[in-house]
């Protein structure tokens, strides 16, 4: 079972590549990007596209990965109000009842 997982990894793989393969080799154009006063020099459309999908991609993972890191500050919080919270109750049931 465990080669026909990685056999099927391969073959997704392969299809991602010639599928990019494909995109490069059919945008070639070369393009510039004007943004406010600058412009970039001529680059191929699909190498601008790429650095576009990368960049977009590592901002994601950014993003995400703040997410993820403030909600484990936040658990890691609970768990020791919880802590500190069964303490409590179990000093309050050895504690005598007092009128």
Same mark, same amino acid.
């Given at each position: 079972?465990?080669?026909?997982?990685?056999? *099927? *990894?391969?073959?997704?793989?392969? *299809?991602?590549?010639?599928?990019?393969?494909? $995109?490069?080799?059919?945008?070639?154009?070369?393009?510039?990007?004007?943004?406010?006063?600058?412009?970039?020099?001529?680059?191929?459309?699909?190498?601008?596209?790429?650095?576009? $999908?990368?960049?977009?991609?590592? *901002?994601?993972? $950014?993003?995400?990965?703040?997410?993820?890191?403030?909600?484990?500050?936040?658990?890691?919080?609970?768990?020791?109000?919880?802590?500190?919270?069964?303490?409590?109750?179990?000093?309050?049931?050895?504690?005598?009842?007092?009128?």
């Amino acid at each position: 079972m465990h080669w026909l997982k990685r056999a *099927l *990894l391969i073959i997704i793989l392969l *299809l991602v590549a010639l599928a990019t393969l494909d $995109f490069v080799l059919e945008n070639q154009q070369r393009v510039q990007i004007g943004f406010l006063d600058m412009q970039s020099p001529e680059l191929p459309l699909a190498l601008l596209s790429i650095l576009v $999908f990368i960049t977009g991609s590592a *901002l994601g993972l $950014f993003a995400g990965w703040l997410v993820s890191a403030r909600l484990r500050l936040r658990l890691l919080r609970q768990g020791q109000e919880l802590s500190r919270y069964r303490k409590e109750v179990d000093k309050l049931r050895t504690e005598p009842i007092k009128d």
